[in-house]
């Protein structure tokens, strides 16, 4: 079975300019996770999904940020405009029982640098 | 607020060594925990995990016992292989959330 699936792998933009990353869950799974990557602050939890419904975005860093499910399989995070301190490694992630098994199937990673 | 600390890395082995990652952690209640690895290049994968005190986690030759009264969970192996280069995350998950909480993460290198 194919895993977590994100696109672009690899994103260079400039400051000021929208970004949209790209999300397909493993097939049957019914949560899905958005997490950024850095090195000063690891691994935080932007906003997570149940059954395509928003659960808790208390993690987006601000209004720039956006997130849609708008199927069960296909997710995308919106960063704009965007910023150099928004560059990182954008990870989905997915999961068949729920975030509360801990049970996370996570993508390759987007990274993104904004210059 | 629920959190885990890891130790500072890196960490750096030679082949056959004997590995201790340590992780503790603060929560409420009685979390889950777990390991992640993440291999260069790629996404986290589970390694393994423990959902109630004394239980032992194991896969891969690695292993973690999950001790409350220390409140933590500490991941070792008795001999790493060149392989075994990666970074390690502990996490934890609180009861009735479904928030992974991570650490900073422990970048393992092993060398032949």
Sequence with gaps: ?115 | GNSVTQMEGPVTLSEEAFLTINCTYTATGYPSLFWYVQYPGEGLQLLLKATKADDKGSNKGFEATYRKETTSFHLEKGSVQVSDSAVYFCALVQGGSEKLVFGKGTKLTVNP
């Design chain 1, 1 to 115: 079975d194919a895993g977590v699936i994100q696109s672009p792998r690899h994103e260079v933009t400039e400051m000021g300019q929208e970004v949209t990353l790209r999300c397909k869950p493993i097939s049957g799974h019914n949560s899905l996770f958005w997490y950024r990557q850095t090195m000063m602050r690891g691994l935080e939890l932007l906003i997570y999904f149940n059954n395509n419904v928003p659960i808790d975005d208390s993690g987006m860093p601000e209004d720039r940020f956006s997130a849609k499910m708008p199927n069960a399989s296909f997710s995308t995070l919106k960063i704009q405009p965007s910023e150099p301190r928004d560059s990182a490694v954008y990870f989905c992630a997915s999961s068949y029982r729920g975030g509360a098994t801990g049970e996370l199937f996570f993508g390759e990673g987007s990274r993104l640098t904004v210059l």
